[in-house]
């Protein structure tokens, strides 16, 4: 009986402080607040294009784009960890991660936000679906994120590739900051995964459907009076 008692209290004692870092849904009055700032260096295989790329506002559902940081302690429960928000929605943060490493590489010339005015060849559909922290039966969680992409044409507003994008990176501990950590992994992951393969279908469609080259302006030829000689 003393062997059984050990591990189980051991199990009890884990249990209770994750536990203790959930909440409902009720707004703490003090919370710490945590940015994701991932920072994706290029890979060499990500090739170099000559178009632009407009990024749509990413769509998600109000669970998932939420300042509170959601955690699944089982199955289809939902929670909040207590104390602890985000500083930016969800879906912001990987908009600026997206944007940011696009810019960073150099091997795009412009990339913008929908509505800037640029003139895109391609546009970026995203839907985050996942954004949270995910115990899955395991004694530590994960941070679990699931966003599909759509790369668009928008000459023709056809798709031209779709992919959805899973990542899930285990927490070091149940405590928040680790959990942060792990999103941040986890968010750097899926967003070089993400700009490479926009990156090489946006090529790969390019090389096959060629843009039309602008029509060339008519050549006006100025009309020059001829003098009417006097009779």
Known sequence: MKMIKLPLAAFLLLALSACAL??????????????????VEARPDWPNV???LALGNADASRLTDSLRIAVRPAGHEMQVYK???WGKMPTD???????????????IPAIARQGSGIGAE???????????????????????????????????????????FRQAVPAASTAVVDVVDAFEQSLA??????????????????HVHPEPA????????PVVPVPVPAR
Not at 132 to 161: C, F, M, W
């Open 83 to 85: 104390g602890a928000a």
């Open 214 to 221: 602008p029509a060339a302006r008519p050549v006006v030829v």
């Open 22 to 39: 959930l909440g409902g849904g009720g707004n703490d009055r003090r919370a710490t607040v945590y940015v994701l700032d991932p920072r």
């Open 189 to 206: 992951t899926v967003t070089a995964e993400l700009v490479g393969w926009v990156l090489q279908s946006g090529a790969a469609h390019g």
């Open 50 to 52: 000559d178009w632009q």
């Open 122 to 164: 391609y546009k970026l559909v995203l839907d985050l679906r996942r954004f949270e922290s995910d115990y899955a039966g395991q004694p530590v969680p994960s941070a679990r994120i699931e966003l599909n992409a759509k790369l668009l044409h928008t000459r023709d507003q056809r798709v031209v590739a779709a992919r959805t």
């Open 93 to 107: 943060m990987v908009e600026d991660a997206i944007l940011r490493t696009m810019e960073d590489s150099g091997r």
